[in-house]
Each structure stands twice: as structure tokens, then as C-alpha cells.
């Protein structure tokens, strides 16, 4: 059971991990356009900041705690 919570934990994360990276890229472009005057999509990435890509990085760090978590308890089960 703890594998296969750790396989789709670490799927997850993956998926969670473009989704940031997308969003930082997205963030990057449009500022840059912005600053040559081209609407790029600026608004409408701050618009998604709070509901989206900030809770997207929050459970990153979160499951990667708790991946470390689960890996760092099952080898201490193994060492006795």
C-alpha cells in the first residue's frame, strides 16, 4: 500500500512540478512583453496567481516533505 501511495504520490508531483514551471515561464514572458507594451497574458496570469500557482507550489513543498516523510520512516522499519 505504501508503494503505491509513493508511486502516485511522486506521479502527482510531477505533473505538479510542469505545472509550476509552465507557470513561471508564462510569468517571465508576460512581464517581459508587458515591458515592451504587448499584452501577453499578464492579467490574466494574476488572475490565476491565488487560486492556481500559488496552492501549486504550496502542495510541491508539502508533498515533497511527505514523500521524504514516508521514505525516511520505512527506512527506519527496515533497519530493525
Request: aromatic residues 24%; without cysteine.
Amino acid at each position: 500500500m505504501k508503494d503505491q501511495f509513493i508511486k502516485w504520490l511522486n506521479r502527482f508531483l510531477v505533473f505538479d512540478v510542469f505545472l509550476v514551471i509552465f507557470g513561471f515561464f508564462w510569468f517571465a514572458i508576460a512581464v517581459l512583453a508587458r515591458s515592451i507594451g504587448v499584452d501577453f497574458g499578464f492579467d490574466l496570469w494574476y488572475k490565476l496567481w491565488q487560486p492556481l500557482f500559488n496552492p501549486a507550489i504550496g502542495i510541491l513543498f508539502l508533498g515533497a516533505f511527505v514523500s521524504w516523510g514516508v521514505n525516511k520512516i520505512s527506512e527506519r522499519f527496515k533497519a530493525n
